[in-house]
């Protein structure tokens, strides 16, 4: 009688345990890293719809300012490696031989032809099976208007998708003269992104910026440290006094293989015990490096690695992986 008594308590905990362990895997995140841009050009107006009809959980905007104060939504600084600036403004340039963002105005900006990703000096495309550079019609577009389509397709097809927006380089904005944070928060919470409730996690490369963003600016969104150099993963407990989360490249979280089979280092384990969940970036299905297929790399780091969420050029991937997990 004792032993079947131990034998249901037993079964209980492991149905209990299961039921937990799939609570915590459904919430996991996709990120649609740039968009959809596996499959469009990235950052584009139509890489960000298409994010959104394959389900991603949050699409991302990497945000640069024009130079009349426009949020534009752009990977980095430079227009020359994914625009055809050097043919509209070649009178343009800096002395570097790089076209600047904030050089342009909103206007100017829209006259461009935005195209898949390429080296400048070669025009050569950086993923050549991508979309063919010089195809379609695509423009640059400001974070204002890249809110209004999420929201509104939010509306018409009953989804939640959240942004997942990206303050990029804000020391070479004050060098600039312009200061991107309190712009691009302003704008988030005049279209209602104002605390952690809201569908908007907030990320940032320069650890002093994010900071001042939580303490000077009093900020109350969801905040991601990310992270890029080795060094920093010392500093987990210092990115837990202000932000939610961190940003790794993946292969901060790689150990080794043994016998076939990934190690990881204490980088995700070391966050969570901070309160910090764990975005990794950036997942490619065309850029596999040592992992046998896309869904090896998906198992061992959102599984296996027990990450929060990836940043995908691949959403629609990373989506169906999740559900098919758990079924």
């Not at 569908?199 to 600016?217: G, N």
């Not at 969801?222 to 993946?250: C, H, K, N, R």
Request: with cysteine.
């Amino acid at each position: 009688m004792k032993l079947k008594l131990l034998f249901l308590i037993f079964s209980i905990f492991l149905s209990c345990s299961k039921k937990e362990s799939m609570r915590l895997k459904n919430t996991k995140i996709i990120i649609a890293h740039r968009g959809a841009s596996g499959y469009l050009p990235e950052h584009t107006l139509a890489a960000k719809a298409m994010a959104h009809a394959m389900n991603a959980d949050f699409i991302e905007q990497d945000l640069v300012l024009s130079k009349d104060n426009i949020p534009m939504v752009i990977h980095d600084i430079y227009l020359d490696d994914v625009t055809d600036v050097s043919e509209i403004f070649p009178d343009k340039k800096r002395n570097d031989g790089r076209f600047y963002v904030i050089d342009f105005t909103f206007d100017e900006l829209k006259k461009l032809a935005v195209f898949e990703r390429f080296d400048p000096k070669t025009g050569k495309q950086i993923y050549a099976n991508r979309f063919p550079k010089g195809k379609g019609s695509f423009r640059l577009h400001s974070l204002q208007e890249e809110i209004e389509l999420i929201q509104g397709l939010n509306k018409s097809t009953g989804k939640n998708s959240g942004i997942y927006p990206e303050i990029k380089t804000p020391e070479f904005h004050k060098k600039e003269g312009k200061n991107i944070s309190e712009i691009v928060l302003q704008i988030l919470a005049d279209y209602g992104y104002k605390t952690k409730k809201d569908k908007c996690i907030l990320q940032c490369f320069d650890a002093k910026e994010l900071k001042r963003i939580r303490k000077e600016l009093t900020s109350e969104l969801f905040l991601v440290q990310l992270m890029e150099f080795p060094e920093e993963t010392a500093q987990l407990a210092y990115f837990a006094s202000y932000a939610d989360g961190i940003g790794p490249w993946y292969k901060q979280i790689l150990n080794k293989k043994i016998h076939g089979k990934w190690t990881f280092t204490t980088l995700v384990s070391d966050a969570h015990k901070l309160g910090l969940q764990v975005h990794p970036y950036t997942f490619r299905a065309d850029q596999l490096d040592d992992f046998y297929s896309f869904d090896e790399l998906l198992h061992t780091f959102l599984i296996d690695a027990n990450v929060d969420g990836v940043f995908t050029d691949f959403p629609d991937l990373g989506v169906t992986f999740l559900q098919q997990f758990n079924q």
